[in-house]
């Protein structure tokens, strides 16, 4: 049985620092890419970044990059959102998500599997 279980949300101020964990079981993780989207009430969810099957490469979108870091523990079957200098507009459920796709990974319909999401509050 897939399971993808987020952790790590919370309160955070602005300019703060928040790591999210992403703790996947059921399927053979270093071989599926692993993705970090977010969702805010009546928007689509929207991705943050990527790490591609086998590590060949990370994508972030532009709104977080070089303020967020996706890194995989393939030993530990977990995947991490390392989020500094956050911002209000950061606000978010944040989801993992796996995929068994190398390209279009920035596509929430390429992944298989999500997590229930974690809650990530920015205050100004």
């Known amino acids: 049985q897939v399971q993808l279980v987020e952790s790590g949300g919370g309160l955070v101020q602005a300019g703060g620092s928040l790591r999210l964990s992403c703790a996947a079981s059921g399927f053979p993780f270093s071989t599926y890419t692993m993705g970090w989207f977010r969702q805010t009430p009546g928007k689509a969810r929207e991705f943050v970044a990527a790490i591609t099957r086998r590590d060949i490469a990370t994508y972030y979108a532009d709104s977080v990059k070089g303020r967020f870091t996706a890194s995989k523990d393939n030993a530990k079957n977990t995947v991490y959102l390392q989020m500094d200098r956050v911002q209000p507009e950061d606000t978010a459920v944040y989801y993992c998500?796996?995929?068994?796709?190398?390209?279009?990974?920035?596509?929430?319909?390429?992944?298989?599997?999500w997590g229930q999401g974690t809650q990530v509050t920015v205050s100004s």
């Open positions: 998500a796996a995929s068994d796709a190398l390209y279009y990974v920035e596509t929430a319909s390429a992944y298989d599997y």
